[in-house]
């Protein structure tokens, strides 16, 4: 499966962004989703993962509350609601599949396909 994630941009703290990740292939919805982030100078870390189905989801703590993630099979995208947009949320953003499709890891090594990465850089 190959992913492509966008949404990605400058805002100011408080405010809000949608990233996308679109996944070429006809079985979408036998994939585990995530999103990471990597901030410079820093390990790529856990923020949300989706069930195949979209019926379980997780969260890190960092963003729990702020993000919310989501999936439409139909159109083979998943999608990252970022509110109340922090300072500290700087970072390529990445999306992954898993090839668990009932499960929400939170282990990058779960995940064996990546896209690109979107940038979001978050202004105080």
């Known amino acids: 499966v190959q992913l492509q994630a966008s949404g990605g941009g400058l805002v100011q703290a408080g405010g809000s962004l949608r990233l996308s990740c679109a996944a070429s292939?006809?079985?979408?919805?036998?994939?585990?989703m995530g999103w990471f982030r990597q901030a410079p100078g820093k390990e790529r870390e856990f923020i949300a993962a989706?069930?195949?189905?979209?019926?379980?989801?997780s969260y890190a703590d960092s963003v729990k509350g702020r993000f919310t993630m989501s999936r439409d099979n139909a159109k083979n995208t998943v999608y990252l609601q970022m509110n109340s947009l922090k300072p500290e949320d700087t970072a390529v953003y990445y999306c992954?599949?898993?090839?668990?499709?009932?499960?929400?890891?939170?282990?990058?090594?779960?995940?064996?396909?990546w896209g690109q990465g979107t940038l979001v850089t978050v202004s105080s």
């Open positions: 292939g006809r079985t979408f919805s036998r994939y585990g």
């Open positions: 989706i069930s195949g189905s979209g019926r379980t989801t």
């Open positions: 992954a599949a898993s090839t668990y499709s009932s499960s929400t890891y939170s282990s990058s090594f779960r995940y064996g396909y």
